[in-house]
């Protein structure tokens, strides 16, 4: 049975940091394309950021350069680092595992950005 769990969602200040972590059983992460998904209250979910099975990376652009997404392969996780937060990145955030037909998805962690 495929689990993703992610933690690490909490209240922080506009210009603060989080690490969110997606803790990964059921698959071996390095063998999948991961990424970071979120949901802003009343929009559609969006995604955040990549890392496919060679290590390349992809972010959108309301993201890039503030957020890093970094893969464990010998703690099989996959981490979300989020600086310079903006009240925009107010978000249920979702991790994903994709690979040839599966894609798997965590139940969220919710992040808020204000003061």
């Known amino acids: 049975q495929v689990q993703l769990v992610e933690s690490g969602g909490d209240l922080v200040q506009p210009g603060g940091s989080l690490r969110l972590s997606c803790a990964a059983s059921g698959i071996n992460v390095a063998l999948y394309h991961m990424g970071w998904y979120r949901q802003p209250p009343g929009k559609q979910r969006e995604l955040v950021a990549t890392?496919?099975?060679?290590?390349?990376?992809n972010y959108s652009d309301s993201v890039k350069g503030r957020f890093t997404i970094i893969r464990d392969n010998a703690k099989n996780t996959v981490s979300l680092q989020m600086t310079s937060l903006k009240p925009e990145d107010t978000a249920v955030y979702y991790c994903?595992?994709?690979?040839?037909?599966?894609?798997?998805w965590g139940q969220g962690t919710q992040v808020t950005v204000s003061s």
């Open positions: 994903n595992a994709e690979r040839v037909v599966s894609s798997y």
């Open positions: 890392i496919t099975r060679g290590g390349s990376t």
